[in-house]
Structure formats: C-alpha cells, structure tokens
C-alpha cells in the first residue's frame, strides 16, 4: 500500500475529525448538554430562592390563618408595608443563609401580592 492510498484512505477520516472537533461544542451547548459553570451556578441558586420563597409564602399562610388575616387584604401596592412587615417577621423564623436574604424576601413578598 502506497503512501497516496493510505492518504486517500484516511481523508474521510480527517475530514470527519476536524468537522467534529468544530461541530460538537456547537452543538452540545446549544442543545444544552453542556453547561458552563456560571450557569449551573444561577440554577441552583435560583433553586434555593425558590425553594425558601416557598417555605416562606406557606409561612404566611399559615400565620395569617392563625390570625385570622385575610392574605387578600395584603394584595396591591398600597398594602406593600404591611407585606413586608409579614414577610419581615416570618424571614427571623427561616433560617436564609445571607446571600439571598433579599431574594428570598423580595420573592416571597411577590408571591403575596
């Protein structure tokens, strides 16, 4: 086998190689099957505000039940303190870790509104 056989033998081969090697990043991030770490990141930070929003606009039900507040009382803008005083109150109960305290609250007031 001569040299120019091999050559043209392995041709596809480098072909496919180096459109592979252009192609795949490409594709793998636009499919979203590759994530930077930034993004995965955001994700589970944005989970864990969720997460606690939750646990907090459940809180507020529950405490406003046990008062016999009407949680539709707290809606609209021009019931905004008092919102936030709930939502105030309730974060000394959950346990935030300080980063996303204000996430937490901000969302939590959201969900009340």
Do not use: H
């Not at 490409?26 to 770490?37: E, H, V």
């Not at 955001?42 to 459940?58: H, K, N």
């Amino acid at each position: 086998m001569t040299f120019d056989q091999v050559l043209e033998r392995t041709k596809p081969y480098a072909i496919g190689l180096v459109v592979g090697l252009f192609a795949a990043p490409i594709i793998g991030f636009n499919a979203g099957w590759i994530t930077t770490t930034t993004a995965s990141t955001q994700a589970a930070e944005e989970a864990r505000v969720t997460a606690l929003a939750g646990i907090c606009s459940s809180a507020a039900g529950r405490m406003a039940t046990a008062s016999s507040t009407d949680l539709a009382a707290l809606k609209g803008y021009d019931n905004r303190a008092k919102r936030d005083e709930l939502v105030a109150n309730i974060m000394t109960d959950i346990q935030v870790p300080a980063d996303i305290l204000g996430r937490v609250s901000t969302s939590c007031s959201r969900s009340l509104s």
